[in-house]
């Protein structure tokens, strides 16, 4: 009696469907899930730099020097805003505008003990004059089981995008 159920259970084959998917989803659910955040955060950083080149259009034609409406940087940060209004918190974008004597002086990114960006301030410039663009947001991740897979152990990821442009002869002597 005894033997014969061991038997059966042993060649019983009622149950192997569910342990199968029971063993295969967590990996499956984890695989998709990561896809998805992976996918949002590489949109999040094509938004910055999108936004970035969009805001640094003010810059180069002179409409950011010219205006007289707002503080040049309140500007250059609500055209950041108007075109990241997705995935980014505009209050956390940190900016760097600063003028160069040419092309070759340029340096790259300084950051502090957390890795955020320390920025030399907001100097736009004048007419045909180089300037740096610099842009930095620390996405977070939205999931916090795969975030730190992804991100390390704080959660997020830096993303900086930097242009460097020679601004226009805006400045025209006509009558």
């Known amino acids: 009696m005894l033997g014969s159920f061991i038997r059966r259970w042993v060649k019983g084959t009622e149950g192997t469907t569910a342990i199968e998917f ?17 996918s949002i955060m590489y949109t ?6 999108g936004a970035t080149g969009s805001a640094a259009r003010l810059i180069r034609t002179g409409q ?5 409406a707002m503080q040049p940087e309140d500007m250059f940060r609500q055209a950041l805003c108007d075109y990241a209004t997705v995935l980014i918190n505009c209050n956390d974008i940190q900016i760097e505008v600063q003028t160069l ?5 340029y340096t790259g990114p300084t950051f502090d003990a957390d890795g955020n960006l320390v920025s030399a301030g907001f100097d736009a410039g004048g007419a045909q004059d180089n300037v740096l663009v610099r842009v930095a947001y620390r996405y ?9 897979l992804l991100a390390g ?19 025209f002597g006509g009558a």
């Open 22 to 38: 029971a063993l295969l989803a967590i990996p499956y659910v984890f695989l998709t899930v990561g896809i998805i955040e992976l």
């Open 44 to 49: 999040a950083a094509s938004l910055l730099e």
């Open 64 to 68: 950011l020097q010219q205006q007289e």
């Open 101 to 105: 004597n040419s092309f070759d002086d």
């Open 140 to 148: 977070t991740m939205m999931t916090p089981f795969i975030g730190p």
């Open 153 to 171: 152990a704080d959660n997020s990821h830096l993303f900086v995008s930097t242009i460097v442009l020679q601004t226009e002869p805006y400045q």
